[in-house]
């Protein structure tokens, strides 16, 4: 691998409108980033529903890959008893950001529900 690039903060901040794994009761809800094979995840919103808000800030090392693509992956999880179940996930290049700098703003990142 190569050097080193620095530390990349990421604020999960919240999620909207995400399907309800949930009838009667409102989901606890989590979000996961996976960012160059390493994953951090927020605490669980319980009752967080269809609207969990987390803000919490994630740190990853970020290591130079030359010319590949810097991807990272951020999903949603209803916490479950046995098995926690994904609400829905999607994938953000994020190479473009890291090359010129800071970025500070906000990302939409619309999550695609998973194929049952």
């Known amino acids: 691998m190569g050097s080193e690039l620095g530390t990349l903060v990421v604020v999960v901040l ?3 409108n995400l399907p309800d794994k949930h009838s009667f009761y409102k989901q606890d809800v ?3 980033v996976t960012l160059q094979g390493t994953t951090k995840k927020t605490q669980t919103d319980i009752k967080g529903g269809q609207h969990p808000v987390w803000d919490e800030e ?3 090392s970020v290591v130079d890959q030359g010319k590949k693509p810097i991807v990272m992956e951020v999903s949603c999880w209803s916490k479950e008893s046995r098995t926690d ?7 953000l290049d994020i190479s473009e950001t890291l090359r ?3 970025f500070d703003g906000e990302l939409v990142l619309l999550i695609a529900m998973p194929v049952r």
């Not at 179940?85 to 994938?91: P, S």
């Open 58 to 60: 994630l740190r990853f």
């Open 85 to 91: 179940d994904v609400v829905g996930k999607g994938e």
């Open 100 to 102: 010129t700098g800071e």
């Open 30 to 32: 989590f979000a996961q």
């Open 14 to 16: 919240k999620a909207r």
